[in-house]
């Protein structure tokens, strides 16, 4: 014989599956607002961190710079925008070329159409405070009055009088300074007085002062 469930205790059982099934709804719905809370918050605290840093970064560059400011400010002068620097004593100012007499002696290698020959010779520059001066080659009976230009240190222009050439340069002189001698480290004739073949063996020759 069949027993025919009890129609009670089927509701009950209906009820509390739908009671059941309700909580769990509820559950899982709590705990999806839970996570997104605390994935909301987590992206919150980095985008603070984010922004701390990117502070951190542009006020830490301003001191860099404010630093860098103070120290120009302590230093620069608007006599500064020029290339000339302060003159040590017995020294043209801007150049820095020695004043007093110097003389370079070196050898000259001559090729006239074949014929090579090789003599020993100098050159004597007379340099004055004020920038005038003058300029004789050993192997010529004559002095050529001169000016010395330069703004840049361990470079001149060595420029005749005006009159004494059509062009006024007669030799651009690049040169380093060591133990009150003055070596040439490069030099450039112009089209008055000396050649291109003297300025070339004048590199390496060191002016010294001589009484």
Same mark, same amino acid.
């Given at each position: 014989?069949?027993?025919?469930?009890?129609?009670?205790?089927?509701?009950?059982?209906?009820?509390?599956?739908?009671?059941?099934?309700?909580?769990?709804?509820?559950?899982?719905?709590?705990?999806? =607002?839970?996570?997104?809370?605390?994935?909301?918050?987590?992206?919150?605290?980095?985008?603070?961190?984010?922004?701390?840093?990117?502070?951190?970064?542009?006020?830490?560059?301003?001191?860099?710079?404010?630093?860098?400011?103070?120290?120009?400010?302590?230093?620069?002068?608007?006599?500064?925008?020029?290339?000339?620097?302060?003159?040590?004593?017995?020294?043209?100012?801007?150049?820095?070329? =020695?004043?007093?007499?110097?003389?370079?002696?070196?050898?000259?290698?001559?090729?006239?159409?074949?014929?090579?020959?090789?003599?020993?010779?100098?050159?004597?520059l007379t340099v004055h405070p004020d920038g005038t001066g003058s300029l004789?080659?050993?192997?010529?009976?004559?002095?050529?009055?001169?000016?010395?230009?330069?703004?840049?240190?361990?470079?001149v222009d060595v420029e005749a009088e005006p009159g004494f050439c059509a062009d006024s340069l007669v030799v651009a002189l690049t040169?380093?300074?060591?133990?009150?001698?003055?070596?040439?480290?490069?030099?450039?004739?112009?089209?008055?007085?000396?050649?291109?073949?003297?300025?070339?063996?004048?590199?390496?020759?060191?002016?010294?002062?001589?009484?």
């Open positions: 014989m069949t027993s025919t469930p009890d129609p009670s205790a089927l509701l009950v059982r209906a009820a509390l599956t739908t009671v059941a099934d309700a909580a769990a709804a509820e559950y899982d719905l709590s705990t999806q =607002l839970v996570r997104w809370t605390e994935r909301q918050r987590s992206e919150a605290r980095a985008a603070r961190a984010r922004r701390r840093r990117r502070v951190e970064l542009v006020v830490a560059a301003a001191v860099v710079l404010l630093l860098g400011a103070v120290a120009l400010a302590g230093h620069w002068h608007p006599a500064d925008r020029r290339t000339i620097p302060a003159p040590t004593a017995g020294e043209l100012p801007g150049s820095g070329l =020695l004043v007093g007499s110097l003389r370079a002696s070196f050898e000259v290698t001559h090729d006239n159409f074949g014929s090579v020959s090789t003599y020993q010779t100098s050159l004597l004789r080659r050993a192997d010529r009976d004559f002095t050529v009055p001169v000016r010395f230009v330069g703004t840049v240190r361990g470079q040169f380093v300074t060591a133990a009150q001698t003055q070596t040439v480290t490069d030099a450039r004739a112009g089209p008055c007085y000396l050649d291109d073949t003297f300025a070339r063996q004048l590199v390496g020759a060191v002016f010294t002062r001589v009484p």
